[in-house]
């Protein structure tokens, strides 16, 4: 049963509209839309949260505040904290193996390649957790991987950055309040751009 849910991204707000945040912008569209506040974790934890109460169970909704090749000791920090298991978290974060357009939902697997990801499955000794991938591809031709990650989302892909947004949104909500299985049978069918920017909530989150 996931009772957290945790957004990878770089700390600092020359890193804040990145494509590498995409998880931590989910999570902020999140707490805007449940007119939640992230607060510091205690003693100089190394993550933000806001926490609600959602299908009759405490709901955590968190950001690291490492950069995102120690993202692991966040997710530690989270489990320890809550007393929660590694299957009660949902890692959300980006994937330059998607285009923009299209999320992914999974139960377990590798990093495949995700430095933020391969330093949670380190840290919690287990790939055992659900994961959320929101793509930021395709890759511009002939920029490195990690300079493209970088990058922050261009002027023409920003309505589609919120309707992924709103979609995640919806996505978080179903696997909450149904399941993993629900949620994937729901939203990983849809195809490269079969989100509609035209059905984006009309609050959207403002990228500057």
Same mark, same amino acid.
């Given at each position: ?5 945790? %957004? ?15 998880? +931590? ?6 707490? $805007? ?7 510091? %974790? ?29 993202? #692991? ?8 904290? @809550?007393?929660?298991? &590694? ?7 980006? !994937?330059?193996?998607?285009?923009? #357009? ?14 933020? @990801? ?5 840290? @919690? &000794?287990?790939? $055992? ?7 930021? %591809? ?28 709103? &979609? ?10 149904? #399941?993993?299985? =629900? &949620? ?6 849809? !195809? =490269? ?8 909530? +009309? ?6």
């Amino acid at each position: 049963m996931i009772n957290t849910i945790l %957004g990878l991204g770089n700390p600092g707000k020359q890193y804040q509209r990145n494509r590498h945040n995409f998880g +931590q912008m989910l999570i902020e569209r999140i707490v $805007e839309r449940l007119n939640l506040t992230l607060k510091p %974790g205690r003693n100089r934890s190394a993550f933000t949260y806001a926490e609600t109460n959602v299908a009759d169970r405490t709901v955590y909704f968190c950001k690291n505040t490492t950069y995102m090749n120690e993202s #692991g000791l966040s997710a530690w920090q989270i489990l320890m904290k @809550l007393n929660h298991e &590694a299957a009660d978290l949902l890692v959300v974060y980006d !994937d330059i193996d998607l285009p923009l #357009g299209r999320i992914r939902l999974r139960e377990k697997g590798s990093a495949g390649g995700h430095r933020g @990801l391969r330093s949670v499955i380190e840290a @919690l &000794a287990t790939s $055992e957790f659900p994961r959320l991938r929101l793509g930021i %591809g395709p890759q511009d031709e002939g920029v490195p991987s990690e300079d493209f990650v970088l990058t922050d989302f261009r002027p023409m892909e920003k309505k589609l950055v919120m309707a992924v947004l709103d &979609a995640s949104y919806d996505c978080v909500m179903t696997i909450i309040e149904k #399941g993993i299985r =629900p &949620a994937m049978e729901q939203f990983n069918r849809r !195809d =490269p751009g079969e989100i509609d920017i035209m059905t984006a909530t +009309q609050k959207p989150i403002i990228l500057t």
